[in-house]
C-alpha cells in the first residue's frame, strides 16, 4: 500500500491549494482515506475524511466551509480543495488510510503517505 501526497506549496492569505493524494497497492477494503496535518510542536490533526464503501464525509470544525475532500476512484486519487486559506494553517499535510471507519483520531490509520508542507504567508 502507498499514498503519495503531492501539491503543496507556498501561499498567500485568502488564496487556495488543492492537495492531491494518489493510492495504490490497496485491496477494495481501504475504503477510508483521510487528512491530516502537523504544524511544528503540535499534535497531528484529523481534517477531513471520506468512506467510499458507505459515502460518508467528515470535516473538522477548524476547516469546515473552506475545505472539500473529493475521490477520484478512476485515477485512485483523493483531494483536499483548500480555499480561504490562513497563516494557522500552515503545516505538513498527509493522507491516510484504514480498514473501518472515518475517525480524526490518527492511531485508528494503518498506512500513510509522506507529507505535503503547506505555507501560508504573505
Known amino acids: 500500500v502507498q499514498l503519495v501526497e503531492s501539491g503543496g506549496g507556498l501561499v498567500q492569505p485568502g488564496g487556495s491549494l488543492r492537495l492531491s493524494c494518489a493510492y495504490s497497492?490497496?485491496?477494495?477494503?481501504?475504503?477510508?482515506i483521510g487528512w491530516f496535518r502537523q504544524a511544528p510542536g503540535k499534535e497531528r490533526e484529523g481534517l477531513s475524511c471520506t468512506n467510499d464503501g458507505v459515502g460518508t464525509i467528515y470535516y473538522a470544525d477548524s476547516v469546515k466551509g473552506r475545505f472539500t475532500i473529493s475521490r477520484d476512484n478512476a485515477k485512485n486519487t483523493v483531494y483536499l480543495q483548500m480555499n480561504s486559506l490562513k497563516p494557522e494553517d500552515t503545516a505538513v499535510y498527509y493522507c491516510?488510510?484504514?480498514?473501518?471507519?472515518?475517525?480524526?483520531?490518527?492511531?485508528?490509520?494503518?498506512?500513510w503517505g509522506q507529507g505535503t508542507q503547506v505555507t501560508v504567508s504573505s
Open positions: 497497492g490497496f485491496t477494495l477494503d481501504y475504503q477510508v
Open positions: 491516510a488510510t484504514q480498514l473501518y471507519y472515518c475517525s480524526d483520531d490518527a492511531s485508528q490509520y494503518d498506512y
